[in-house]
């Protein structure tokens, strides 16, 4: 079975701090992905990358880079917290562009930005 | 990029059927997904459609019409542990990336 397992379930970081969420997958998986969660707008893409080093901004880039030295950790870093960056952040993977390629989430992290 | 439109909130009542609906639009349809997710956890993954028709899978189903835009979550035999956002992702080839977009979800409250 894919696991996918994000570094925190909660997390409280200070407005100006440079925060990491981690993400690991251990199926082997070319892509991942980052998305953030907020009530009445669903989930938004920030960040993918189909293969390590290389990344693609998503819809909500801005305040956010991501990193992908190796296959299965996917980064995602702010690089100076704002609070409006308080929201629910899931990390997915999936395992290629072919036709039928469902995303596997992990659990969330819950960052709250103060 | 695409529009995709679900209820916001829906009720029914254990045992009951209810159908979610999804409409979307998007120039290079390839695919949509639909995923269950409970309070506090992830997505997970419950189907997918690619041509017109219903795909069934015990208690749910999903049906497609590319012509009109439109797909459906169909829970039977409704549970309390049917209580749970219901996210409808499409699929767009269109510049090539084949991300899913998600809709906004819909909130299904199941009452005794």
């Known amino acids: 079975d894919v696991k996918v397992t994000q570094s925190s379930r909660y997390l409280v970081k200070r407005t100006g701090e440079k925060v990491f969420l981690e993400c690991v997958q251990d199926?082997?998986?070319?892509?991942m992905f980052w998305y953030r969660q907020d009530p009445g707008l669903g989930l938004r893409l920030i960040y993918f990358?189909?293969?390590?080093?290389?990344?693609e901004k998503g819809d909500i880039p801005e305040g956010y880079s991501v990193s992908r030295e190796k296959k299965e950790r996917f980064s995602l870093i702010l690089e100076s917290a704002s609070t409006n960056q308080t929201s629910m952040y899931l990390c997915?993977?999936?395992?290629?562009?072919?036709?039928?390629?469902?995303?596997?989430f992990g659990d969330g992290t819950r960052l709250s930005i103060l | 990029g695409q529009n995709i439109d679900q209820p916001t909130e829906m009720t029914a009542t254990e045992g009951a059927i209810v159908q979610i609906n999804c409409t979307y639009q998007?120039?290079?349809?390839?695919?949509l997904f639909w995923y269950q997710q409970h309070a506090g956890e992830a997505p997970t993954f419950l189907s997918y459609?690619?041509?017109?028709g219903l795909e069934e899978k015990g208690r749910f189903s999903s049906f497609l019409s590319r012509s009109k835009g439109y797909s459906y979550l169909l829970l039977k035999e409704l549970q309390m542990k049917d209580s749970a956002s219901y996210l409808c992702?499409?699929?767009?080839?269109?510049?090539?990336?084949?991300?899913?977009?998600f809709g906004r979800g819909t909130s299904l409250i199941v009452h005794p």
């Open positions: 990358s189909y293969d390590v080093k290389m990344k």
């Open positions: 998007t120039s290079g349809f390839n695919g």
């Open positions: 199926m082997d998986h070319e892509n």
């Open positions: 997915a993977s999936s395992p290629g562009t072919g036709v039928f390629q469902p995303q596997h």
């Open positions: 992702a499409v699929r767009d080839r269109s510049g090539g990336s084949y991300i899913p977009t």
């Open positions: 459609n690619v041509l017109d």
